[in-house]
Structure formats: C-alpha cells, structure tokens
C-alpha cells in the first residue's frame, strides 16, 4: 500500500482523470492517454511550472496534509477506570465532569494562568481577529504569525526596523482588550522578523510579554515563500529587507518582466542562521527590553536538531518550546514539503518524551513542552497529553480554532442577511438563540450579545472540546489535570506499542493476572 496521496487534490485544485484506477507508486492515473487535459498535478505542472508546487489560493484557505501515515492517535483507545477518586474526595456529589480541574499555567518564573492547557499557534492571515478575540475569550494563549509586518500597509521602517506597526498593534489590542485575565498573546517572529527589528518594536513600544523565536514548522520546514506578481510590490518587499528572486532591482530583470519574460518574482523566507552564543545573547536582549516569556516554535527535524534546541532552551531557562508534528496544518506550505517531509505527531512526541525524560533524570532544568500538529477534538488533545505527560504541558490546536472563528464569522453574517442556514434554523433566528454560549459569555462580559461571532465560535469550541476533555478525565477518575499521565492511553496496534512504549491491553492483563 502506499502512504502518500494521488496527485489530485483539493490542496492545489486538481483532480484524477481515473481516480478508481491509480497507480500506487507514482501517484499517477494507471493509464495515461494522449487525448488528456491534464487534470492532475502533472497537467497543472506542465501548464504553471513552479507555481503548482504550492497550494491552490493561499489567501483565502489553509491547508493540511494528505498523507495517510502509518501511526496517529487512532492506534490508541482512552482507558477508563471504575473505582476511587484522584484529586477530590470520593464522593459522588463531588467527584462529577464540571468539577474537573483544567487550569494550568503557562511560564517558568512569571506565570499565566490558561483556563485549558490549550494554545492556539501561530495565525496572522484569515479571520485573525476573531481567532485572537476568541482565545481571550476563552482563557487561553495565541501566537501572532511570522511575517505579519509585511501585510501592514501602514508600517513605519526607519534604517529597516519596524518603529510602527498599526496592524500588529490591533492585533495586541484586540486580544487584550477582551482579556480576562488568563492566557497571553504571544509574538512570533522568524528569521526575517528579527531583521527587521519585530520584537524589539513591540516588547518596549506595546508591552508584549510573550515572544516566540521561529526555527520552523511542521508542514514548511523552511521559511515563508510566496508569489509576486507586480513590479512594483517585489522592489517595495526588496526595500523592506526580504529576499526576492530574481532581483528586481536588477535593470535587466526589470526590464524583462516588463516585458514579459523571466520569473514571476518571489518572495523567500531567510533560513535561520543561529547558533548556541547567537540565541544566548538574543534571549538576554529579549529579557532585557521587557520579555517575561521567551518561547521557541520548532518542527520534526532530525533528532540531533531537536536535542541540541531543547539543551539551548534548557541552558537559557527558555519557558515554552513548541513541536509541530508532520500531519498536521498550515496557511503556505509547497505541497510535497506539507506531504513528505518529517516526523508524524505521535512518533515525535514520543521521541521527545524519551528525550525529556533523559534530560530530567541527568538534572537538565526542562522547559515546558507543547505539542502541535493534527490535534482538532478533545479525544486527540487528551490523547496528546497522556501520551507526554509529564513532560508535554500543552496542546496547540490551530487549523480547527480557525475553521471555528470562520465558521462563526459565516454564520453571524448570514444571520444579520437574514439568510439562516437550515442547519440552524431549528435552533431559532437570532445570534444569542443560534450561539448557545452567549449566555455564558454574559458572566464575563456586559456586551455579550455584541461581541463577534467568530470570536464566539473559537469560545464555543474550546467550551465543548473543555467539557468533552473533562469527560474523559472524570472517565478515568481523574478530576485535576495534573494528574493525567501515561496509562490514561493504551495502543491498540504493535505499532504504536512499538513507537511508545506503553503496555498494551494484552500486556496490562498479564501483569494484572499474575497478583491474582
């Protein structure tokens, strides 16, 4: 069998000719005729060149990938328990879901307190603001995207670093201005951010506490990229201090594009070019301007990558390094990169729990740990959390907080059109009868009913992954969160035994058996 798609997909607006007969290996029709349009990734290819190795209109989707790899969270099964009581008396009044425990705290020496150990990663494009809003709402921490200068159009460069920035500083506001005192909005900056002087813009100038230096990501190992079509637009990107290729100050180049010929022009994302004494020295300076939080954003490299950033965060008192697993999302990644490159979620976290362990038994002062990549419902959060307890504290969750502050913003539209979706109509005709938990909402803030439906529907989705996880812990007789751990989850293929470590039903019998 093959793991990998056909090349047909959604993902670049492509489709099989013969999609009940492909080939496995190549990914191609198993016949290829003379008389085809090219309907595939190969037609596409042959018609756009290097623009099909991206996605089909990064502007408006984001993207996950296809690949069916042979290890996820499926080949695991939530345990269950039917005796005691572990963190509240045993006592049935007491020992109910609502009354589970989920707070935590984000942050080695200056904490935040997060309803849920739930963060949602990186978003700068897309519905944002309602992706912001609804984290504050719901008590949790976000991260501003990498390259979300560039999309300012109102932004101040003075020697090439950022001295105003209008829209980063909504984006800020936005989140804290419906804060209710848990979680944080973290800034994220990448390779090229740090060379224009991102974080040091906003940590004195908007008192961002939280910052996140970029190594990479799980679906797009390398930095940002993306296509420019005018002139005009890649010389202003140029002037900003990015790569642009080909050069469009070149007059030839110029001339030619012009004219019709050569590249479209595109922008290219910096690799990272750090070291052990570079990171030291900025996270100094980071501290130094006002940063209370210092956090890395990594993806599933090679294992000697990920030991040698997780000794740097140690030897730095770095508070939080986040894992992106392969599987999961993304708003602009090439194809093939989203699909074939790196390790799965599950096969990463439990390299990094081996990895953390050994660091903690050798006397390593470890960072918190967050894992990314595919997680969109609470049995996969849960799942995630057990499978790295102690060591993993968090689970970011980004392609399915965003699919709901769309998916919110869509529906209060709809609503004030006039225009309800039969789906809702049952539940009646206005925002606060469709949007079950404005009501709750109205505990916390006077405005409720004017708040943003997108921002509603990132709260209401925490809200019901919140309570489906409280299930599942009350499900093991576990009512505080730190007490999750290992054996909450049990492998139901020899792979995933194989991958984890942990004892099988098979394997919990015989040792069961035996004190009999």
């Not at 979680?183 to 996140?212: C, F, H, R, T, W």
Request: aromatic content about 8%; hydrophobic content about 40%; proline content about 5%.
């Amino acid at each position: 069998m093959s793991y990998s798609p056909a090349l047909g997909s959604t993902l670049t607006h492509t489709k099989m000719r013969t999609p009940e007969n492909v080939s496995p290996f190549s990914g191609m029709c198993a016949v290829c005729t003379a008389n085809c349009t090219g309907t595939c990734e190969i037609g596409l290819s042959a018609v756009r060149g290097s623009e099909a190795t991206y996605p089909y209109r990064r502007d408006v989707n984001q993207f996950a990938s296809e690949k069916d790899y042979p290890l996820d969270f499926s080949h695991f099964t939530i345990n269950g328990r039917v005796f005691g009581a572990v963190g509240c008396e045993e006592d049935a009044d007491e020992a109910t879901y609502p009354k589970v425990k989920t707070e935590t705290e984000f942050g080695i020496k200056n904490k935040v307190k997060m309803k849920m150990p739930i963060i949602l990663p990186a978003m700068a494009k897309l519905n944002w603001k309602d992706y912001y809003i609804g984290a504050a709402l719901a008590g949790v921490s976000v991260v501003i995207g990498e390259d979300a200068i560039p999309n300012d159009k109102n932004l101040v460069l003075e020697n090439g670093k950022v001295v105003s920035s209008p829209l980063v500083k909504e984006m800020v506001n936005d989140f804290r201005k419906h804060s209710r005192g848990y979680g944080d909005i973290i800034m994220q900056a990448n390779y090229d951010d740090e060379n224009s002087g991102v974080l040091d813009y906003v940590i004195p100038k908007l008192g961002v506490k939280s910052v996140e230096l970029k190594f990479a990501q799980a679906a797009k190992g390398i930095q940002g990229m993306g296509r420019i079509n005018s002139l005009e637009e890649a010389l202003k990107l140029q002037k900003k201090g990015y790569l642009v290729y080909p050069d469009p100050s070149d007059p030839i180049v110029a001339e030619n594009f012009k004219n019709g010929k050569g590249s479209i022009f595109e922008k290219i994302g910096k690799l990272p070019m750090w070291n052990e004494e570079i990171l030291k020295n900025r996270i100094e300076h980071l501290r130094e301007l006002g940063a209370e939080r210092i956090c890395f954003k990594t993806g599933p490299f090679d294992p000697k990558d990920t030991i040698r950033i997780l000794k740097i965060a140690s030897e730095n008192k770095v508070d939080l390094v986040t894992f992106d697993g392969a599987g999961g999302g993304t708003g602009n990644s090439p194809v093939k990169m989203m699909n074939e490159w790196g390790m799965p979620t599950v096969n990463l976290e439990s390299m990094l729990y081996d990895i953390l362990k050994r660091m903690d038994e050798k006397g390593y002062n470890l960072p918190q740990v967050a894992i990314t990549g595919g997680f969109a419902l609470e049995d996969q959060i849960f799942k995630g959390l057990a499978l790295g307890a102690p060591y993993i504290n968090f689970v970011a969750v980004g392609r399915a907080a965003m699919a709901a502050a769309m998916v919110g913003k869509q529906i209060g539209e709809l609503i004030e059109a006039g225009n309800i979706p039969i789906e809702y109509q049952g539940f009646g005709s206005t925002k606060e009868e469709i949007f079950a938990d404005i009501r709750e909402l109205k505990l916390y803030y006077d405005n409720a009913q004017d708040l943003p439906t997108g921002a509603v529907g990132v709260y209401s989705f925490i809200n019901r992954v919140s309570a489906g996880f409280k299930q599942l812990m009350a499900l093991n007789r576990k009512f505080d969160i730190k007490y999750i751990d290992r054996s909450d989850i049990v492998p139901l293929t020899d792979l995933a035994a194989d991958v984890t470590g942990l004892d099988t039903y098979e394997d919990i019998y015989v040792k069961e058996i035996e004190k009999i």
